[in-house]
């Protein structure tokens, strides 16, 4: 096996390794300050609670996802810079994972126990999607933040009013998916053919529906 085949398996099992730390948060990295921080709590009922944690629960397990996508992408990145684009944007996504966390906390409830499964999936489509090519990598990321985008105005739409604490997350949350579109799409990406993105879009409603219950 040649030293660069071993060298890409290594780093493919340290994102499964990573897999652990991204779903329980339990590294080092110093998080940006949770846009909410300041917004007060609102007086919610029960319902209301439960079905805003829910919510927030599919959000992160969004972005418990694009960790997995990000890294499977960075690993067979040609361009460096490309490389370096993604592993910024899933920095970012790694914030979101930590406001959506916390937002859930705050809400009495537990993100999904299917994390792992989102997680893994997620790094296998993003690993064939970067051997593929940069173009159609990039292709994927400018798809699948539009998707992103398009479900976070939703969620505004069905989150109770009174929760501004949730809706200041993913406020900030879409503005910045909307970011890594528009990045994506200027580095050079390539339109998905229509099949693939039909199948992104029932597979992430596949997600949010379990995610959402469980």
Same mark, same amino acid.
């Given at each position: 096996?040649?030293?660069?085949?071993?060298?890409?398996?290594?780093?493919?099992? *340290?994102?499964?390794?990573?897999?652990?730390?991204? $779903?329980?948060?339990?590294?080092?990295?110093?998080?940006?300050?949770? @846009?909410?921080?300041?917004?007060? +709590?609102?007086?919610?009922?029960?319902?209301?609670?439960?079905?805003?944690?829910?919510?927030?629960?599919?959000?992160?397990?969004?972005?418990?996802?694009?960790?997995?996508?990000?890294?499977?992408?960075?690993?067979?990145?040609?361009?460096?810079?490309?490389? +370096?684009?993604?592993?910024?944007?899933?920095? +970012?996504?790694?914030?979101?994972?930590?406001?959506?966390?916390?937002?859930?906390?705050?809400?009495?409830?537990?993100?999904? #126990?299917?994390?792992?499964?989102?997680?893994?999936?997620?790094?296998?489509?993003?690993?064939?999607?970067?051997?593929?090519?940069? #173009?159609?990598?990039?292709?994927? $990321?400018?798809?699948?933040?539009?998707?992103?985008? #398009?479900?976070?105005?939703?969620?505004? #739409?069905?989150? @109770?009013? +009174?929760?501004?604490?949730?809706?200041?997350?993913?406020?900030?949350?879409?503005?910045?998916?909307?970011?890594?579109?528009?990045?994506?799409?200027?580095?050079?990406?390539?339109?998905? @053919?229509?099949?693939?993105?039909?199948?992104?879009? $029932? *597979?992430?409603?596949?997600?949010?529906?379990?995610?959402?219950? $469980?």
């Amino acid at each position: 096996m040649s030293n660069r085949s071993i060298n890409t398996l290594d780093k493919i099992l *340290t994102s499964f390794d990573s897999m652990r730390l991204f $779903i329980t948060s339990s590294h080092s990295k110093t998080y940006r300050e949770n @846009p909410a921080k300041g917004v007060p +709590e609102a007086n919610l009922t029960s319902a209301e609670r439960s079905h805003a944690a829910a919510l927030m629960r599919v959000n992160h397990a969004g972005e418990v996802a694009a960790q997995g996508l990000y890294e499977g992408q960075a690993v067979f990145a040609r361009d460096n810079s490309i490389k +370096e684009q993604m592993l910024e944007a899933a920095n +970012e996504e790694l914030d979101h994972l930590n406001w959506c966390r916390e937002r859930i906390e705050e809400l009495d409830e537990k993100p999904s #126990k299917l994390d792992p499964i989102w997680y893994s999936g997620s790094l296998i489509i993003g690993s064939l999607a970067g051997f593929v090519g940069d #173009k159609w990598s990039l292709g994927f $990321i400018e798809e699948t933040e539009r998707q992103v985008s #398009k479900h976070l105005t939703k969620h505004l #739409k069905l989150l @109770p009013e +009174e929760d501004q604490r949730s809706r200041t997350i993913i406020r900030q949350m879409r503005l910045e998916e909307e970011q890594h579109q528009a990045n994506a799409k200027k580095a050079g990406a390539e339109e998905l @053919p229509k099949v693939i993105r039909y199948l992104m879009t $029932i *597979t992430s409603k596949v997600m949010t529906k379990m995610s959402y219950r $469980i």
